[in-house]
């Protein structure tokens, strides 16, 4: 019964999952394991949730979105500086999104946002990508 609790928090975060990969299959290499990983966090954290954490809403956006960011941070880690940042940035989101400001708009748009932002900055300023452009320009 518990695990029928969490089945449209997972579809959401699988949707959100996709929803991310739309915009990072052009800078990530086979981004398609983005899409796997956050989904894998989703069910994961979930579980973790429901096996370890007592009956209180207030750990819920931190486990998840610890759980989402670490699994997602694998893939970050060779694509951009700093990606180490991400980690803290998914449970920041996360917690605010799914513990301190929940709701029907609040639950997605914040973390998105956050987590949105947080990857153009990842991306824009991350000299990892920048120098394989180059060295692709010039072959």
């Known amino acids: 019964i518990f695990f029928f609790k969490g089945i449209p928090i997972i579809i959401s975060g699988v949707i959100i999952a996709v929803l991310q990969w739309s915009i990072l299959y052009k800078r990530i290499q086979k ?5 796997i990983l956050s989904s894998l966090g989703w069910i994961g954290g979930y579980i973790f949730i429901i096996i370890f954490v007592p009956s209180t809403n207030l750990l819920i956006g931190p486990v998840l979105g610890g759980a989402v960011g ?3 941070w694998l893939l970050l880690r060779k694509e951009v500086d700093w990606a180490g940042w991400w980690i803290l940035i998914s449970i920041l ?5 799914l513990t301190l400001i929940p709701g029907a708009l609040t639950s997605g748009s914040l973390p998105g946002a956050l987590t949105g932002l947080t990857l153009e900055i990842l991306f824009r300023f991350s000299s990892k990508g920048k120098q394989e452009e180059l060295e692709t320009n010039e072959i």
Request: charge should be positive; hydrophobic fraction near 60%; aromatic fraction near 24%.
């Open 93 to 97: 989101a996360w917690t605010t999104g």
């Open 70 to 72: 670490v699994l997602q």
């Open 31 to 35: 981004a398609w394991r983005w899409i």
